[in-house]
């Protein structure tokens, strides 16, 4: 007899536990769910991904860009892989796109499926620059992951500081240039650059 109620005893509380989980079984997977969203930046910029299959975050050229940004210096030194160094006055007469990214940023990760799409599109246009800047602390980092995930844009860091009308620190961020040096279009967050509409404004700023 002891012996079962000895049993009965280790049972009960075990009994307990899975009465809740399945009472509760939504809030548990939901806890899970953010818990691993926030411990993993591949499963928080999956997550991002699926908000942005929605069409609310498709960027547009035609979003408001202030007085002070349109005709505030955009340009600054960067470099290539190879320590090429460039100035962006240098590219006037192309429509440059520029991103900001850092491997370790999950919004940077969701978005650049779309970025490589933009870029595959675009990078035999001789009217055109990808100037996508690289924000990890350690550049092989950020070349291991373009390696990783089979991205072809080009890698370039910044040389020396950036105008905060381009960039204040935020990641990612986006900011598209028009032939002459203004800024047309800007965003502190992560978008969507593959959209129909977004792939033919590109096309119209071309033409410009």
Known sequence: ?????????????????WQYIKKNGFTVLMVILIGVVFVSPNAKSFMLRQLMATGFFNASIDTKVSDSKKTANVDF????????????????????????????CPPCRAEF?????????????????????????????GRAYLKKEKYAVPLFTV?????????????PTTVVLDKSGKIRYHNAGFANYASDKFLKQIEELIKE
């Not at 009960?12 to 536990?17: G, M, Q, R, V, Y």
């Not at 030194?77 to 370790?104: H, P, Y």
């Not at 799409?117 to 980092?141: E, H, I, R």
């Not at 105008?163 to 620190?169: D, H, L, Q, S, T």
């Open 77 to 104: 030194d960067f470099s290539d892989e190879n320590g090429g160094v460039q100035n962006t006055s240098s590219l006037r007469g192309k429509v440059v796109f520029i991103n900001f990214w850092a491997s370790w």
């Open 159 to 171: 040389n020396g500081n950036v105008p905060k009308e381009v960039y204040a620190g935020v990641l």
């Open 113 to 141: 499926p779309s970025i490589e799409t933009l870029y595959s599109k675009f990078k035999d246009n001789p009217d055109v620059f990808f100037l996508t800047v690289n924000q990890d602390d350690d550049l092989a980092t």
């Open 1 to 17: 007899m002891s012996n079962n109620k000895e049993v009965s005893k280790e049972t009960a509380p075990a009994n307990k536990l």
